[in-house]
């Protein structure tokens, strides 16, 4: 379905015109939130500390004072039963978004999501729906380490009845929040931490951001780069770095991990020939490796390409930043891969650094 | 009443028997958790409970769904894996459900929906309504960390929620004694400030009354209820056949509780003539259930990929 793809990303301004307002990915998230709790009374929002001063990054603010206590509430730290509470809601018709400041906080929540919510629907005969929303951020550097940092969403990519959704700019923090929270079906709404700082046109009426499309976020001939979460935002840099040497990179956002649009990357890779996946986890079993084995299976026997996978080291997120900064893939190491690929060979290569396309460094607190 | 009561208990019975009966010719496709013995528990709370109000109970749940008023056709095609089955062959014995009649569901994974029951009884609050939600689960359910989490949610917002441990004794070989460090599962119940009282001998009219009575405190606002209701599973713990050889427990151990058998003392209490008529009426029952079981049709092999998401 190319014209709806194409739609899709004509409907994403690329710059904001002087209408258009600019927001940070927090306040994308909050109005998204704000405008769907007035619109639908059913819509409630709850987890640990969503009500305490600081609103989950602020991405709660305010929805206390509007709400009241009924529909805005902080959790006990009950992650596994709280989780089966917001089923037992959507069960009784109600819309609950369920909030976990980390990712790595699901572990507790597994059985519920995995057990219950992905498979009611199917396993009850089509008789409940489950219209569940859970939010949930991915840490990043200022030590957060072993168990505030990792990316687990192919865990969830894995089951049936689950969608996972990885927004990575603010116009699309808010219109999927607002397509998820109006979807019958439980939907894994993943977050960036680093993301949340980011600041972009976000229209202020209602708009969904629909799942299974994917966005061709920069046009390119030479080598496709899929970059999911923040390393999209990576993919973006290492695309300059590439400019430099005179390699021009079509850069993908996935945005719904869950469906996922495999037809917009297998026709990026029939152009470029050169596939190269960013996964803001591990390789091994995880979202570059499914993403890759779909276009493989699509593309073999009319079109051989290259192909390259990187994510996070197969260790455990260390916090010295000397050993974190190793860890993870960033614009500069995406484009020596990129070029190794385009070449066909081990270059070597490395580009300079350039201070204007340094990461983002997080400061604490989280 | 009695009638009411002694019809339910021995529907659950006979259907139950009936498969047992049938099991061997593997016309059952699924497992099956006999809720033999233990009838009185689903049918003496949810002889108190009106249709809108709402049960969650486990993969044992034969008599739940019965009990709160699901159809037996349905239930009996869906456990011979059947389109017409309750969840058309998708969910089995241990999944049963028929949201017409407020029995929300059953999970295979112990303990699982307390905290769904929960979470219904949140949605009832929220919407001004003043129906209730009953959670049923084993003595082993009450070990699991969601049993806590969810006790606890439910005190905190006053919740209109009765908790029904079905302390029949064991997690399938293992007694009670050899998994609680204190075997009081009230003393729990009572930590988080939930008001709960133990029922013994598995008796249904003392259940009912104690139901009806609670079920009205927590409309009115009260908050959760806990009852233990100590009651006893005659067969193995999955499967139609008795386990006394495995050693685990004794027929001894059994025996007062068969002797106290709740299908049995409420039929005594009945005039031998209603009595009949209802048994007659339930074989006819249960009979045409079964049949209707065989009868139908498979599922389609596209039903496969329906209702994913
Ligand atoms: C979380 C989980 N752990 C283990 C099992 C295996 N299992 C099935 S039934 C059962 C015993 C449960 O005992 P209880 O809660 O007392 O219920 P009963 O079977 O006696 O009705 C166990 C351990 C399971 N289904 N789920
Ligand atoms: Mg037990």
């Known amino acids: ?366 | 009443m009695l009638e009411r009561l002694y019809r339910s208990l021995y529907r659950i019975r006979r259907l139950e028997e009936a498969f047992a009966r049938v099991y061997p010719t593997d016309k059952i496709k699924s497992p099956i958790h006999l809720s033999i013995g233990q009838e009185a528990v689903s049918v003496g709370v949810c002889a108190a409970l009106r249709l809108d109000d709402v049960v969650f109970g486990t993969y044992r749940g034969h008599a739940l769904y019965l009990a709160k008023g699901g159809d037996m056709k349905a239930m009996a095609a869906e456990l011979y894996g059947k389109a017409t089955g309750c969840t058309r062959g998708k969910g089995g014995s241990m999944h049963l459900i028929s949201t017409e009649v407020g029995m929300m569901g059953a999970s295979a994974v112990v303990g699982t929906t307390i905290a769904n029951a929960v979470g219904y009884a949140y949605a009832l609050q929220y919407q001004g309504r003043d129906a209730l939600v009953a959670s049923f689960f084993g003595d082993g359910g009450s070990e699991e960390g969601v049993f806590a989490e969810s006790l606890n949610f439910a005190a905190l917002k006053c919740l209109p929620i009765l908790f029904i441990c079905e302390n029949n004794g064991y997690a399938i070989h293992t007694s009670q004694e050899r998994r609680q460090g204190r075997p009081d599962i009230c003393a729990r119940a009572r930590a988080y400030g939930i008001p709960a009282e133990r029922i013994e001998h598995n008796d249904v009219l003392y259940l009912f009354e104690r139901t009806r009575t609670v079920a009205a405190k927590i409309r009115a606002g009260g908050g959760p209820h806990f009852f233990e209701v100590m009651t006893y599973r005659w067969r193995e713990h999955v499967g139609p056949n008795n386990d006394f050889h495995l050693g685990y427990r004794t027929e001894d151990e059994a025996t007062p509780w068969i002797e106290a058998d709740q299908v049995t003392r409420l039929g005594a209490m009945l005039l031998p003539e209603r009595r009949e008529q209802i048994q007659e009426e339930v074989e006819a029952e249960v009979e045409a259930a079964l049949v209707f079981a065989e009868e139908s049709p498979e599922p389609e092999p596209a039903e496969l990929y329906t209702d994913v998401l």
């Open chain 1, 1 to 366: 379905m190319p014209p709806s793809v194409i739609r899709a990303s004509a409907k994403r301004p690329t710059r904001a015109t002087p209408s258009e307002r600019t927001l940070s990915y927090v306040d994308a998230i909050r109005e998204a939130t704000d405008q769907e709790m007035a619109r639908d009374p059913s819509v409630l929002v709850f987890g640990l500390d969503v009500d305490d001063p600081k609103a989950i990054q602020g991405t709660t603010r305010g929805l206390l004072e509007k709400y009241g206590p009924s529909r805005v509430f902080g959790t006990p730290l009950s992650e596994d039963a709280m989780t089966g509470t917001a089923i037992g809601m959507a069960l009784a018709g109600l819309r609950p978004i369920h909030v976990h400041i980390r990712m790595d906080f699901l572990m507790l929540a597994m059985n519920q999501l995995i057990n219950v919510a992905a498979k009611s629907r199917y396993m009850y005969g089509g008789k409940v729906s489950i219209p569940l929303v859970v939010r949930s951020m991915i840490g990043k550097s200022w030590g957060q380490g072993a168990q505030h940092s990792q990316g687990l969403y192919s865990f969830f990519m894995h089951v049936p009845g689950l969608q996972v959704v990885a927004p990575t700019t603010p116009y699309d923090a808010k219109g999927c929040l607002i397509a998820a929270i109006r979807d019958d079906n439980p939907v894994l709404y993943v977050e960036h931490r680093i993301l949340h700082f980011q600041n972009g046109p976000v229209p202020a009426h209602t708009y969904t951001v629909t799942p299974g499309r994917a966005r061709i976020t920069a046009v390119g001939q030479d080598v496709t780069l899929v970059g999911i979460s923040q390393m999209q935002s990576e993919c973006l840099k290492a695309r300059l770095y590439l400019e430099e040497i005179g390699i021009q990179a079509e850069v993908i956002d996935p945005i719904w991990l869950s469906p996922l649009d495999i037809d917009t990357i297998v026709r990026s890779v029939e152009k470029t020939g050169r596939l190269l996946v960013v996964d803001n986890g591990w390789v091994c079993c995880g979202a570059a490796a499914e993403i890759i084995a779909q276009v493989a299976e699509r593309l073999q026997g009319h079109c051989s390409f290259r192909m390259r996978r990187m994510g996070f080291a197969p260790v455990t997120c260390p916090t010295a930043p000397s050993l974190e900064r190793l860890y993870y893939p960033d614009s500069r190491t995406i484009a020596a891969a990129a070029r190794d690929l385009v070449e066909g060979t081990k270059t070597g290569w490395m580009p300079r650094e350039r201070s204007e396309l340094n990461s983002f460094i997080f400061k604490g607190p989280f």
